[in-house]
């Protein structure tokens, strides 16, 4: 018989742990640079002022009520997020090549795909997941979880601090034929490393030589460059080369909507003559399968983004909040930058203007992290990475100084 005293304790995650110890922490002058989400220049969680709009709008519907969504979601929400990464007048939308699923923000879309390739993908037996080395740790806990083999790219360089380009093709090169190979479509977390168009372009081709399977995770559309279709831009051009993909979509970042969990996951496939009928089964066997996990989606934030996606008005005032968010990033990757160059700390620092997004791989070692920590009570993960939206106007000065002290 089952008995719960075998179950052996789980280590703590380690993202979550980090923040309690920020919280018990009482030194005035303490820094979170560990959480992902967007922070103002006063270190405060920020509402989108289109996401208040919409959430005005919301509350003043007298027809509004709490019912259950269908099993695939809002409808308007999920063509709305289609168009949005797919693009507007994608031939995969009016070929009706795609079904989408709104499901529990990224976590849950990664869930529904991966589940979804557990139960189906036939491609080669072994079924291997490649992630990027490294990656959201999830992507790990999520593949295992459904049983889904998994190995590494190589993806960042130690070295320069940005991609490993070499590596990685050589890489998927090597992989048995029909592998899933996961990609960050932007912004990539942990290291804020992208490759180039021109890398793109290469990797594209060699996941069409070995026929492998390509799973995009975007988790930060328009919160990276401010501009909704460069950070589309990658998974724009696989779909121009015909690729059958899935893809798995947040709203948690680019919308700021994290705790409301709206997101949305896709399944594309190739132009052929019975495409329409494979999406069909497709769909159906989605549909069962959520239904199983979650038997519907949660409905307001879906509804929040649904507003937005859908209003020409405040479609453009989302994307000038956008512009905000990535703009202030964007300035505080050119302000420590240029105050770490200033201090003469140690080491090459152009990697923090290079890579993009809301993460930024320092090259700090754990042994400099928890002298940061010690000393100048700044929280990042151990890896050296830091969440650029903690830094501000009035911690930057702070925060430099306390690196240029950890480094020497
Ligand atoms: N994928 C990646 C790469 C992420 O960085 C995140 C957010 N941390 C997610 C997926 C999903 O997050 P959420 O479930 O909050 O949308």
Redesign the pocket.
Same mark, same amino acid.
């Given at each position: 018989a089952f008995q719960a005293d075998v179950v052996p304790q789980a280590p703590e995650d380690p993202l979550f742990g980090l923040m309690a110890a920020f919280r018990r922490d009482t030194d005035p002058k303490k820094v979170d640079l560990g959480i @992902?989400a967007y922070r103002d220049d006063n270190a405060k969680p920020w509402v989108l002022p289109v996401v208040k709009m919409a959430d005005d709008r919301l509350r003043n519907d007298p027809n509004l009520n709490h019912e259950y969504l269908p099993i695939a979601g809002l409808a308007d929400f999920t063509a709305a997020s289609q168009k949005l990464i797919l693009g507007g007048d994608s031939p995969a939308i009016k070929e009706k090549r795609v079904t989408s699923l709104q499901t529990?923000? @990224?976590?849950? /879309?990664?869930h529904l795909g991966a589940l979804f390739l557990a139960k189906f993908y036939k491609l080669n037996t072994k079924r291997t997941v490649y992630f990027s080395n490294p990656?959201?740790p +999830? =992507?790990f806990q999520i593949f295992s979880n459904v049983g889904l083999p998994n190995q590494t790219y190589p993806y960042f360089s130690k070295e320069t601090r940005g991609l490993d380009f070499e590596g990685m093709i050589n890489t998927l090169q090597n992989a048995d034929e029909g592998s899933i190979i996961v990609l =960050?479509a932007c /912004? =990539? +977390?942990?290291t804020g490393v992208d490759p180039t168009q021109e890398q793109w372009k290469k990797i594209a081709e060699v996941v069409r030589a070995k026929k492998h399977f390509p799973f995009f995770?975007?988790?930060?559309q328009g919160f990276a460059s401010g501009d909704l279709a460069r950070d589309g831009w990658a998974i724009r051009y696989f779909l121009e080369q015909d690729f059958e993909m899935c893809i /798995?979509q947040?709203? /948690?970042?680019n919308f700021g909507l994290?705790g409301e969990?709206? @997101?949305c996951f896709h399944f594309v496939t190739s132009p052929s003559p019975d495409a329409q009928s494979t999406v069909t089964r497709v769909a159906s066997q989605l549909s069962i399968l959520q239904r199983s996990e979650i038997s519907n989606p949660p409905a307001y934030g879906a509804r929040i983004a649904s507003l937005v996606l859908n209003d020409p008005k405040l479609f453009a005032q989302w994307e000038e909040d956008l512009r905000t968010m990535s703009g202030r990033i964007i300035e505080m990757r050119k302000a420590l930058r240029g105050k770490l160059e200033e201090l003469g700390t140690p080491g090459t620092w152009n990697h923090i203007t290079d890579q993009i997004g809301?993460?930024s791989f320092t090259g700090l070692s754990e042994t400099q992290v928890m002298k940061l920590r010690e000393d100048s009570h700044v929280y990042m993960t151990k890896n050296g990475r830091i969440s650029m939206a903690g830094l501000n106007t009035h911690n930057i000065d702070y925060f430099a100084k306390a690196v240029d002290k950890a480094v020497r």
């Open positions: @992902g529990i923000s @990224g976590t849950g /879309a990664v990656t959201w +999830n =992507h =960050h /912004a =990539h +977390n942990p995770d975007t988790a930060y /798995a947040s709203y /948690a970042k994290y969990r709206a @997101g809301m993460f």
